[in-house]
Nanobody, 124 residues
């Protein structure tokens, strides 16, 4: 049974930092492109970043580039998202997902498995 479990969300002031983590089990993690998406109520899930299966390549949403950094550790089946200089517009539920599609895999519908999400709230 495949499971993705996110952690690390919370409440932070604008300009602050948070680090999200996602731990995968029940699959050969190193074979999957992994991504972070985010969603606010009433809106579609939005791509934030993806990391290639080997971890060498990353792609970011323009508005987070330079502020967010994604990294994965295939030995530990984890992917992290370091978020700096957070803004109120970053407030959302953040989800990690995995797909066998080749990186960058920007579309939500190609993802095979998702975590339950973790809430990030940035106060201004």
């Amino acid at each position: 049974q495949v499971q993705l479990v996110e952690s690390g969300g919370g409440l932070v002031q604008a300009g602050g930092s948070l680090r999200l983590s996602c731990t995968a089990s029940g699959l050969t993690f190193s074979r999957y492109t992994v991504a972070w998406f985010r969603q606010t109520p009433g809106k579609e899930r939005e791509f934030v970043t993806s990391v290639s299966s080997g971890g060498r390549n990353t792609h970011y949403l323009a508005s987070v580039k330079g502020r967010f950094t994604a990294s994965r550790d295939n030995a530990r089946n984890t992917v992290d998202l370091q978020m700096n200089s957070l803004q109120s517009e970053d407030t959302a539920t953040y989800y990690c997902g995995v797909t066998r599609d080749a990186w960058p895999a920007l579309q939500e519908y190609v993802y095979d498995y998702w975590g339950q999400g973790t809430q990030v709230t940035v106060s201004s």
